[in-house]
C-alpha cells in the first residue's frame, strides 16, 4: 500500500499563489507517474496536472499559471499555483500510479480562492 502525505492548501485572494506538496511512501523506482486533481462541489474530479520521467501535462485551464514538479530522492511531488482564480477553489487531490499500474490517492486539500 502506497501512502500519501499531503501539505499545503488554504485560503487566498484572487491573484495569489499557493503551494502544495504530496510525498509517497514508494520509491520514485516504483512510481510511473505523480500528479494532482482537483474536485470543486457537484463536479467530476479532474486532471490539473501530472509528471513522468519524460514529461509533464496540464490541464487547458491551469497552463501558464500552475507548475507540477517533484523531486524523486523525496518521492515528493509539488504544485505550485499562481494567478489563481475563484474557479480554482476545489478540493485538489495528489496521485500516484505505480510501474505496476495501481492508482493511490491522497485525503485532499482544500484550496479556497476569494474573490
Known amino acids: 500500500q502506497v501512502q500519501l502525505v499531503e501539505s499545503g492548501g488554504g485560503l487566498v485572494q484572487a491573484g495569489g499563489s499557493l503551494s502544495l506538496s504530496c510525498a509517497a511512501s514508494?520509491?520514485?523506482?516504483?512510481?510511473?507517474?505523480m500528479g494532482w486533481y482537483r474536485q470543486a462541489p457537484g463536479q467530476q474530479r479532474e486532471l490539473v496536472g501530472s509528471?513522468?520521467?519524460?514529461?509533464?501535462d496540464y490541464a487547458d485551464s491551469v497552463r501558464g499559471r500552475f507548475t507540477v514538479s517533484r523531486v524523486d530522492a523525496k518521492s515528493t511531488v509539488y504544485l505550485q499555483m499562481n494567478n489563481l482564480k475563484p474557479d480554482d477553489t476545489a478540493t485538489y487531490y495528489c496521485?500516484?500510479?505505480?510501474?505496476?499500474?495501481?492508482?493511490?490517492w491522497g485525503r485532499g486539500t482544500q484550496v479556497t480562492v476569494s474573490s
Open positions: 496521485n500516484v500510479r505505480t510501474t505496476w499500474g495501481a492508482d493511490w
Open positions: 514508494e520509491s520514485i523506482v516504483n512510481i510511473a507517474r
Open positions: 509528471i513522468t520521467r519524460d514529461s509533464i
